[in-house]
C-alpha cells in the first residue's frame, strides 16, 4: 500500500483521462473530417476557387465553434460545481444551455445568409468567381448551423451520462451521410459550393437527431423542460465559459487579419494551400482541443470537490502521456508531408504543391506547445484567475500569430512566414504563462506545479490530507489504522478518529471485496483523508462498476435478520452525511465524520 504518492490516483485519472478522450477527439473532429471530405470533393472536382472559399469562410467556423465552446466550457464547468453540492440544479441547467445556445446558432444563421445576399461578403473577397463560390458555400452551410451547435450541447451532456457509444455511432453516422451526399451534389448533381455546404448542413442535422433521440425516449437521468429552465445559469454559463471560448472568438479576427496579408503579399496560391493543410490538420488539431475538453471537465469536478491533488495529476498526466501523444503525431506528419499534400495537389512542379508540403512540415511543430498553453487556460479558467484566463487566450487566439505574421509576411513574402509566426505564438504563450505566476508569486516559479499557483481557497494543504491506494483486501485492515494515527496527530479526539478509520474501512472493504471482483479488469481504490475546519472529510474514488451503497442501505434497514449488513448500518448511522456520485464512469463516495 502506497500513501501519499498518488500512484493509484494517477493511475485511475490517466486510465478515466484516456477513457474519455476518443470521445472528445472525435466531437471535435466531426467538422474537421468534413472539412478534409469537402476540400478533398472542392480540389479535385470543382477546382481551386472552391479551396478560396473554403479558406474565407474559416473565420465563420471558429465564430461558431467559439459560440458552442462558450456553452459547452460554462455548462460544464456549473455542472462539476451542481453534481457535488446541488444536483437538483442540472435539469434547468441543461435545458437554459440548449434553449440559449440554439437561439444564438438560429441567429448567426440568418445574419450569414443576409451578409451572402445583400453582399457584405465583398469584405473579405471582391472577384468572381471566388465572392459567388463563398456565398453559395454559406448558403448551404447555414441550414445546418443550429443542429452543429445543438449537437456539441447534447455530445457534453451525453458524455457525462456515459452514453459514450451513442455519441460514436452519432459521429460515425455525421460522417458517412456527409461523404455521400458530397459525391452526390458534387459529381453527380453538379451543385458547387452550395452542394458542399448543403452536404455538411444534412450530417449536422442527422447527427443532432440521433443524439437527440436519447431525451426524446426519456431514458436520460437530466430533462428538458422549457418550465425548469434556470434563467439565473445563462448568466453564469456565459461568465464562466468566455474564457474557454475567447480564444476561438479572437482567432476569427485573426483569420481576418491573416487572409489579407495572405493574399496581398502571396496571392492566392498562397490562401489555397493554407486551405489545404489546415483542412488536415484540423483533424489533428482536435487531439490537443479533445484534452482540454477533458481536462477543463476533470478540473471543473476537482474544484468543485476541492481537491488540489487531482488538479495537479490531471495535469501531470496531460503533461507526461498526453505530450508523448502529441510527439508521435507530430512526427508522422512531418514524414507524411508529401502523401498528405497530394490528396489535394498532385504537380510538384506547382507553386500551391510546394506550399502546402511545408505547411505539413511546419505548422505542426506549434501543437505540442499548444497543448501547454490550451490546458493551462483551461484551468485558469475553472480556477477562476480572471487574469490569465482572459489574457493567454487572447494571446494565443490572436495576438501572437497576428504580430509575427504582420512583421514576417510583408518581409519574407512566402508562406514559411505564417507557419513561422504560427510556432513563435506558442513560445510566446509559455512566456505569458510563466510572467503570471512570477508576478503572482513575487518569485519565478521552478516547476510547473509552481505555475499553476493553485489558489488557497480551493482544498487544503498537503499537511492536512493523506492520501492511499488500496489495491487488494489485505491492505484495507491497515488503512483504519492509518486514518486514526492521522486524526490523532492533528488533535481530533480518538473517539471521532476511531469512527473515520472504522467507515473508511468498511466502504473500502466493500469496494475491493465485491467491485475489484466484478470482472476481470485491473483496479485500484484511491482513498483520501481531509480535515477542514472541524470536519473530518473520508471520499474514497475506484473505477469498478457503478454501485450506489445507499441502495444496499435501504435493503439492509427492510431486512428482517438484524445482524445482516451490520457495516453498512453503522457507516450510516455514524457519518452526519454520506453521499455517492458516478462522475464520468467513477464511483466517488464521500462521507462527513
Not at 82 to 90: C, E, F, V
Not at 450 to 471: H, W
Not at 580 to 586: A, D, F, I, S, T
Given at each position: 500500500m502506497?500513501?501519499?504518492k498518488?500512484?493509484?490516483?494517477?493511475?485511475?485519472?490517466?486510465?478515466?483521462?484516456?477513457?474519455?478522450?476518443?470521445?472528445?477527439?472525435?466531437?471535435?473532429?466531426?467538422?474537421?473530417?468534413?472539412?478534409?471530405?469537402?476540400?478533398?470533393?472542392?480540389?479535385?472536382?470543382?477546382?481551386?476557387?472552391a479551396?478560396?472559399?473554403?479558406?474565407?469562410?474559416?473565420?465563420?467556423?471558429?465564430?461558431?465553434?467559439?459560440?458552442?465552446?462558450l456553452?459547452?466550457?460554462?455548462?460544464?464547468?456549473?455542472?462539476?460545481?451542481?453534481?457535488?453540492?446541488?444536483?437538483?440544479?442540472?435539469?434547468?441547467?441543461?435545458?437554459?444551455?440548449?434553449?440559449?445556445?440554439?437561439?444564438?446558432?438560429?441567429?448567426?444563421?440568418?445574419?450569414?445568409?443576409?451578409?451572402?445576399?445583400?453582399?457584405?461578403?465583398?469584405?473579405?473577397i471582391?472577384?468572381?468567381?471566388?465572392?459567388?463560390?463563398?456565398?453559395?458555400?454559406?448558403?448551404?452551410?447555414?441550414i445546418?448551423?443550429?443542429?452543429?451547435?445543438?449537437?456539441?450541447?447534447l455530445?457534453?451532456?451525453?458524455?457525462?451520462?456515459n452514453?459514450?457509444?451513442?455519441?460514436m455511432?452519432?459521429?460515425?453516422?455525421?460522417?458517412?451521410?456527409?461523404?455521400?451526399?458530397?459525391?452526390?451534389?458534387?459529381?453527380?448533381?453538379r451543385?458547387?459550393?452550395?452542394?458542399?455546404?448543403?452536404?455538411?448542413?444534412?450530417?449536422?442535422?442527422?447527427?443532432?437527431?440521433?443524439?437527440?433521440?436519447?431525451?426524446?425516449?426519456?431514458?436520460?437521468?437530466?430533462?428538458?423542460?422549457?418550465?425548469?429552465?434556470?434563467?439565473?445559469?445563462?448568466?453564469?454559463?456565459?461568465?464562466?465559459?468566455?474564457?474557454?471560448?475567447?480564444?476561438?472568438?479572437?482567432?476569427?479576427?485573426?483569420?481576418?487579419?491573416?487572409?489579407?496579408l495572405?493574399?496581398?503579399?502571396?496571392?492566392?496560391?498562397?490562401?489555397?494551400?493554407?486551405?489545404?493543410?489546415?483542412?488536415?490538420?484540423?483533424?489533428?488539431?482536435?487531439?490537443?482541443?479533445?484534452?482540454?475538453?477533458?481536462?477543463?471537465?476533470?478540473?471543473?469536478?476537482?474544484?468543485?470537490?476541492?481537491?488540489?491533488?487531482?488538479?495537479?495529476t490531471?495535469?501531470?498526466?496531460?503533461?507526461?502521456?498526453?505530450?508523448?501523444?502529441?510527439?508521435?503525431?507530430?512526427a508522422?506528419?512531418?514524414?507524411?508531408?508529401?502523401?498528405?499534400?497530394?490528396m489535394?495537389?498532385?504537380d510538384?512542379?506547382?507553386?500551391?504543391?510546394?506550399?502546402?508540403v511545408?505547411?505539413?512540415?511546419?505548422?505542426?511543430?506549434?501543437?505540442?506547445?499548444?497543448?501547454?498553453?490550451?490546458?493551462?487556460?483551461?484551468?485558469?479558467?475553472?480556477?477562476?484567475?480572471?487574469?490569465?484566463?482572459?489574457?493567454?487566450?487572447?494571446?494565443?487566439?490572436?495576438?501572437?500569430?497576428?504580430?509575427?505574421?504582420?512583421?514576417?509576411?510583408?518581409s519574407?513574402?512566402?508562406?514559411?512566414?505564417?507557419y513561422?509566426?504560427?510556432?513563435?505564438?506558442?513560445?510566446?504563450?509559455?512566456?505569458?504563462?510563466?510572467?503570471?505566476?512570477?508576478?503572482?508569486?513575487k518569485?519565478?516559479?521552478?516547476?510547473?506545479?509552481?505555475?499553476?499557483?493553485?489558489?488557497?481557497?480551493?482544498?487544503?494543504?498537503?499537511?492536512?490530507?493523506?492520501?492511499?491506494?488500496?489495491?487488494?483486501i489485505?491492505?484495507?485492515?491497515?488503512?483504519?489504522?492509518?486514518?486514526?494515527?492521522?486524526?490523532?496527530?492533528?488533535?481530533?479526539?480518538?473517539?471521532?478518529?476511531?469512527?473515520?478509520?472504522?467507515?473508511?474501512?468498511?466502504?473500502?472493504?466493500?469496494?475491493?471485496?465485491?467491485?475489484?471482483?466484478?470482472?476481470?479488469?485491473?483496479?485500484?481504490?484511491?482513498?483520501?483523508?481531509?480535515?477542514?475546519?472541524?470536519?473530518?472529510?473520508?471520499?474514497?474514488?475506484?473505477?469498478?462498476?457503478?454501485?450506489?451503497?445507499?441502495?444496499?442501505?435501504?435493503?439492509?434497514?427492510?431486512?428482517?435478520?438484524?445482524?445482516?449488513?451490520?457495516?453498512?448500518?453503522?457507516?450510516?448511522?455514524?457519518?452526519k452525511?454520506?453521499?455517492?456520485?458516478?462522475?464520468?464512469?467513477?464511483?466517488?463516495?464521500?462521507?462527513?465524520?
Amino acid at each position: 500500500m502506497q500513501a501519499n504518492k498518488g500512484s493509484s490516483e494517477y493511475r485511475l485519472l490517466s486510465g478515466l483521462f484516456f477513457k474519455l478522450l476518443p470521445y472528445h477527439v472525435l466531437l471535435l473532429a466531426i467538422s474537421a473530417i468534413n472539412g478534409i471530405v469537402d476540400s478533398v470533393y472542392a480540389s479535385n472536382v470543382i477546382g481551386k476557387s472552391a479551396m478560396t472559399a473554403i479558406g474565407l469562410f474559416s473565420p465563420f467556423n471558429h465564430f461558431l465553434y467559439a459560440a458552442s465552446m462558450l456553452f459547452v466550457s460554462g455548462t460544464q464547468m456549473l455542472y462539476g460545481r451542481y453534481l457535488a453540492k446541488d444536483r437538483q440544479n442540472i435539469n434547468g441547467l441543461l435545458s437554459v444551455n440548449l434553449v440559449v445556445s440554439g437561439g444564438l446558432a438560429v441567429l448567426s444563421a440568418l445574419l450569414m445568409v443576409v451578409a451572402a445576399m445583400t453582399g457584405a461578403t465583398r469584405v473579405f473577397i471582391s472577384k468572381d468567381p471566388d465572392l459567388q463560390m463563398l456565398n453559395d458555400y454559406i448558403f448551404g452551410q447555414a441550414i445546418g448551423i443550429p443542429a452543429l451547435v445543438l449537437g456539441q450541447q447534447l455530445f457534453s451532456f451525453l458524455s457525462l451520462e456515459n452514453q459514450r457509444k451513442l455519441t460514436m455511432v452519432a459521429s460515425i453516422a455525421c460522417l458517412a451521410v456527409n461523404t455521400l451526399f458530397d459525391h452526390l451534389f458534387i459529381v453527380v448533381f453538379r451543385m458547387g459550393t452550395f452542394g458542399l455546404g448543403l452536404s455538411t448542413s444534412i450530417s449536422f442535422l442527422v447527427f443532432l437527431g440521433i443524439q437527440a433521440s436519447f431525451y426524446i425516449r426519456g431514458k436520460s437521468e437530466w430533462k428538458l423542460s422549457l418550465r425548469g429552465c434556470r434563467w439565473v445559469d445563462a448568466g453564469k454559463i456565459v461568465t464562466l465559459g468566455y474564457p474557454g471560448a475567447l480564444s476561438r472568438f479572437v482567432e476569427m479576427f485573426r483569420c481576418l487579419i491573416v487572409n489579407a496579408l495572405v493574399l496581398a503579399y502571396i496571392g492566392s496560391d498562397g490562401m489555397s494551400s493554407f486551405a489545404a493543410s489546415n483542412s488536415v490538420l484540423a483533424v489533428i488539431w482536435a487531439v490537443p482541443f479533445g484534452m482540454v475538453a477533458v481536462s477543463r471537465m476533470l478540473f471543473s469536478i476537482s474544484i468543485g470537490e476541492e481537491d488540489r491533488r487531482s488538479l495537479v495529476t490531471v495535469f501531470r498526466i496531460v503533461l507526461t502521456r498526453g505530450m508523448a501523444m502529441m510527439a508521435l503525431i507530430v512526427a508522422a506528419l512531418i514524414f507524411l508531408a508529401e502523401p498528405l499534400t497530394q490528396m489535394f495537389y498532385q504537380d510538384p512542379s506547382d507553386p500551391v504543391y510546394r506550399m502546402t508540403v511545408m505547411g505539413f512540415r511546419m505548422l505542426p511543430l506549434c501543437m505540442p506547445l499548444a497543448v501547454i498553453s490550451l490546458d493551462f487556460a483551461a484551468y485558469a479558467q475553472t480556477a477562476e484567475k480572471k487574469v490569465l484566463s482572459t489574457v493567454l487566450p487572447v494571446v494565443d487566439g490572436m495576438v501572437g500569430v497576428t504580430l509575427c505574421s504582420l512583421i514576417l509576411i510583408p518581409s519574407m513574402k512566402r508562406m514559411s512566414a505564417l507557419y513561422l509566426a504560427n510556432i513563435l505564438n506558442g513560445v510566446i504563450c509559455l512566456a505569458v504563462i510563466v510572467i503570471s505566476a512570477w508576478i503572482h508569486r513575487k518569485e519565478f516559479p521552478n516547476t510547473f506545479e509552481e505555475c499553476l499557483d493553485i489558489p488557497d481557497d480551493i482544498g487544503v494543504g498537503e499537511e492536512d490530507r493523506i492520501d492511499i491506494s488500496v489495491t487488494k483486501i489485505e491492505e484495507v485492515m491497515a488503512v483504519s489504522r492509518q486514518i486514526t494515527a492521522f486524526c490523532k496527530e492533528h488533535g481530533v479526539d480518538s473517539r471521532r478518529g476511531y469512527f473515520a478509520g472504522l467507515c473508511m474501512e468498511e466502504m473500502a472493504g466493500n469496494v475491493v471485496e465485491h467491485g475489484f471482483k466484478s470482472d476481470d479488469k485491473a483496479h485500484s481504490a484511491d482513498i483520501r483523508v481531509v480535515l477542514k475546519g472541524n470536519e473530518i472529510i473520508l471520499r474514497i474514488r475506484d473505477n469498478c462498476k457503478g454501485f450506489d451503497p445507499a441502495i444496499l442501505y435501504a435493503k439492509a434497514t427492510d431486512e428482517e435478520d438484524a445482524g445482516k449488513n451490520v457495516g453498512i448500518k453503522l457507516v450510516y448511522r455514524i457519518a452526519k452525511d454520506v453521499s455517492y456520485q458516478n462522475l464520468l464512469g467513477m464511483n466517488v463516495l464521500t462521507m462527513r465524520i
